[in-house]
């Protein structure tokens, strides 16, 4: 599969706080997707991104396709305990119907 | 249910057994996926069906791996002669259209816990 480099690896953050994290990768993906897991489960859908330069927001989650297309970023605004999990960005290249994954970024909050 | 479904949720083996892992996709979801998911790391691609056929199995690491899905819907993943490195999450998800926006999204199960003691 596809390379994606995903930052921070993992984030301790104040509840109330805004969090940001990012996904890098070396090919052109058609499509950006973030996903989170708690434990136990399996990933679920936050947001989906099809168009490059695409800014989307899903209540307190905004993600954005990077322009090169090359990269994404997730920000969780006002963060509360329910935001701790392990966050996945995911793409998706043109003409393709699977997805590569990054290694995750584990968001732990502090009441 | 409404999601999809996949059993056990834990297996426990010895090295040298034969495994399968069973997956029910979300009725109506043409394309089925399987993912593997080790530790501390993002699922890996492992084979993809479109209907009854493997779209693509680009992803299966060697021949002890083999999956079906004979009618279109339930799949069943196969692994023989497991070894340690074997173990991890097996994750199956489905969607409705593949490729197309909206409608393309990966639904995931709650996977399947493989230990190859």
């Known amino acids: 599969g596809q390379q994606l480099n995903q930052s921070p690896q993992s984030m301790f953050i104040q509840e109330g706080e805004d969090v940001s994290m990012n996904c890098t990768s070396s090919?052109?993906?058609?499509?950006w997707l973030w996903y989170k897991q708690d434990p136990g489960e399996g990933p679920v859908l936050l947001i989906a991104?099809?168009?490059?330069?695409e800014l989307t927001s899903n209540g307190r989650l905004t993600a954005q396709f990077g322009i090169t297309r090359k990269d994404s970023f997730l920000n969780i605004s006002a963060s509360i305990p329910s935001d701790v999990g392990i966050y996945f960005c995911a793409g998706q290249l043109a003409n393709d119907y699977k997805l590569s994954f990054g290694a995750g970024t584990t968001v732990t909050v502090r009441a | 249910g409404a999601g999809v479904s996949q059993t056990p949720s834990n297996k426990v083996t010895e090295k040298g057994k034969y495994v399968e892992l069973r997956c029910d996709p979300i009725?109506?979801?043409?394309?089925l996926y399987w993912y593997r998911q080790s530790l501390g790391q993002g699922p890996e691609f492992l084979i993809y069906?479109?209907?009854?056929?493997?779209?693509?199995d680009s992803g299966l690491p060697n021949d002890r791996f083999f999956a079906v899905r004979p009618e279109g819907s339930v799949s069943t993943l196969k692994i023989q002669r497991t070894e340690r490195g074997d173990s991890a999450v097996y994750l199956c998800?489905?969607?409705?259209?593949?490729?197309?926006?909206?409608?393309?999204?990966?639904?995931f199960g709650e996977g399947s816990r493989l230990t190859v003691l």
């Open positions: 998800a489905s969607s409705l259209n593949p490729g197309h926006a909206n409608t393309g999204e990966l639904f």
């Open positions: 069906f479109q209907g009854t056929g493997a779209a693509d």
């Open positions: 009725s109506g979801h043409t394309a």
């Open positions: 991104l099809y168009k490059a330069g």
């Open positions: 090919s052109i993906f058609n499509t």
